[in-house]
C-alpha cells in the first residue's frame, strides 16, 4: 500500500498493489482488512516524523507493527543546505495554518517546513510578505531523495514557481519583519482589542503565577481578547487552553487574535461561567479575569480542588471578594499598582493605571 508515486517506483515483484486513498484516514480501514496478511505500507522518509507511522501505530496492535525509518525529509534538507538541523526549527504544515509559522519568524532565524504541495508554497511566499518577512530566502526542495529530486531559491516576495512537484520542503532562511518577543507579556499592541485586555505588566505577573507545566490545560474564564490563554499557548507546544467568553464579538476577536499568532488549537467556547464549565474535563489551572462571581467561586472550588488558580480584580466589589476568599482560603493577594510616564502641562508626570488586586492559590 502507498500513494502512487511510490508504487510507481517498485520493481515488478508480483505483489498486488493497492493506492492509498485521500484523504488519508480513508485507508485505514482498508489496511485493517489486510490482518493475518504479509502487507507493507510505503511511506516518506521518517514515518514518526510528521508521517504517517504514529497515525497507523494508533489503528494496530504493537506486535502487528515494524517501522523501517529512512531518512527524514528534514535530515536531508539539511543535507543539502548544510544547514545544522539541532538550531533550525522543524514544522509539518500539510494540513495546518500557516499562521503556525508566526512564533518561529525572526530575522536569522532559519525552518524547515513541509508543505502540501506547489500552491502551499506560493501561499506561504505570500504569507511571509504580508508579516513583514518578504526579504526571506525560500529555498524550494523537492521530491529529496527520489530521481526527480530538484531545488531552487527564491526571495518570498520575489517566489512564482508553478511547477513545483510533490512532496516539497521549504527552507527558510529569515530576513525583515518583526519578531514575537519570547517572554511573556509581549506587547499589548499584538492583539486586536476592544479595551478588555490584559496589560502588558500584569500579564507577564499573572502567568508567572500560573506557572505553565507540560502538558497542562487552562480555562481562561472571562477571556476578553485571549491575551492570557494565548500566551499561555505560546509557553510551549505541548499546552491547551480553553476560553470562556460570554459575547460573541469578543469571542470572535479571540479566535482572530488566536489564528494571527498561530495558536489556531486555542478553543473558544462561546458561553458564560458557571453554567459554560458544566460536564467539561477538568484543567490544570484556571484564570479568572472576567465575570467574577461569588457564585464562581464557590463553582470552581467545589469542582476543582487541587487545581490552580489565579484571579484579577479591577473593581471594589471584585476586590472585596477576593479579600474574603484569601481570609477563609488561603493563598496568596497581591495587590499591583502601576504609573507610566506622561504629559502633565509642560512638564511630565505619573499616570496611575487602575489597581489590580490579585489571588493566587489552589483550589
Known sequence: MGPPRHLALLPDTGARRVEWPVPFADGLPLLRGFRGQ?????????????????????HLDPEEWTALPGPSSFALAAARLGWPLESTATLGLHAAPLARLRPHLADGARAFVLLRDGAAVRALAVWLDEAGFGATRCHVLEALGG?????????????????????????????????????TGRPDALFETDGQITKRPVRALTLSALAPRH?????????????????????????????????????????????????DRLEVVEGAAPQALDERPAPDAVFVGGGLSAE???????????VRMVANAVTLES????????????????????AQAAPLGPRRGWRASYPVVQWSGVL
Open 147 to 183: 530521481p526527480r529530486e530538484r531545488v531552487r531559491e527564491e526571495t518570498a516576495r520575489a517566489l512564482t514557481f508553478d511547477d513545483i512537484a510533490h512532496p516539497v520542503c521549504v527552507g527558510l532562511d529569515m530576513a525583515g519583519g518583526p519578531a514575537v518577543p519570547m517572554a
Open 319 to 338: 476586590e472585596a471578594l477576593l479579600i474574603d476568599w484569601q481570609a477563609r482560603h488561603g493563598g496568596e493577594l497581591l495587590r499591583i499598582e502601576l
Open 296 to 306: 464562581l467561586l464557590d463553582w470552581l472550588s467545589r469542582h476543582l480542588p487541587g
Open 38 to 58: 504479509p502487507t507493507v505500507v510505503l511511506a516518506s522518509g521518517d514515518p514518526f516524523w510528521f508521517g504517517a507511522g504514529s497515525v497507523i501505530a494508533r
Open 215 to 263: 502538558g497542562e490545560h487552562l480555562w481562561d474564564i472571562g477571556g476578553g481578547s485571549g491575551s492570557i490563554a494565548i500566551e499561555w499557548l505560546l509557553s510551549d507546544p505541548s499546552l491547551s487552553a480553553t476560553t470562556f467568553e460570554p459575547r460573541a464579538d469578543r469571542a470572535a476577536r479571540i479566535r482572530r487574535n488566536a489564528d494571527a499568532l498561530g495558536q
